[in-house]
């Protein structure tokens, strides 16, 4: 069953249909706010007022825009509201390229030990919204327009983002190598 399917449930009181949303959602948004904090309180406590959320406003997602992007773009705005609220500071977890995917394709493969050190560090080191970018594009694959809309931005945001990002890795993995 589709995301959409769900959310029509979800608008007609199926508790069911929320918790198979949950249980298919948890883990990339989980992840997904690791770009923002480590604190695993905090991250389950955004998970689930994104699914409140989501049971509170079904009925009014129209399908402009992915059922995925919906989501996530509710869980950066109860991060934000949290961060706020708890005046947290935004800590990143340099961990968060391993979580999201248990069976890497061949490129992560490719990376070992001191590669994939090197790429963890400069990931780290980038700013939030270059990270975020990253996570949402590469690690959960939303398309450009997808990212664009849970983060309302335009595409060719996102895109420049991506570029940049890009450019600094290259150049602090190029760095690393030399040195």
Known sequence: MGDDELIGRIAAGDRHALTDLYQRHRGPLSSYLRVFTTDAGVIEEV?????????????RFAGRSSVRSWVFSIARRRAADVFRRKSLRIEADPEWINVADPDPGPESRALSGEAEDDLLMAISSLPTVQREVLMLVFIHGLSYREAAEAIAVPVGTIKSRLNKARQSLRVQIQRRADA
């Open 47 to 59: 998970v689930q007022d994104t699914m409140l959320a989501v049971w509170k406003g079904a009925h």
